[in-house]
């Protein structure tokens, strides 16, 4: 029995490149995503993009300030514990 045929595709005069449509739906690629292009010893490996590009907690701190009284731990855990309530009694019906 002969393996499955792989999908081909072609590489146009401006370098483009179809990825077949199954592929591209298996992965959940819409048109305008982001792709990364790594060379491997077996060829060319594309990555979706991650939406933001990587930071440091130095580079966004403060960049939702809060005005109000310091929260303490279990007030900031007992918000979590309320909001995962809200969002399983959301998700049930």
Sequence with gaps: M???E???TTLSTKGQVILPKAVRERRRWSPGTRLTVEETADGVLLTA???FA?????EVFGSLPWSGAA????EMEA???AEA???R?????
């Design 79 to 81: 918000g979590i514990a």
């Design 2 to 4: 002969a393996p499955p």
């Design 49 to 51: 993009a991650p939406p």
């Design 85 to 87: 309530r809200r969002r």
């Design 89 to 93: 009694d959301r998700d049930r019906y």
């Design 71 to 74: 929260k303490s731990l279990e």
């Design 54 to 58: 990587p930071s440091r907690p130095d």
């Design 6 to 8: 792989k999908p081909m």
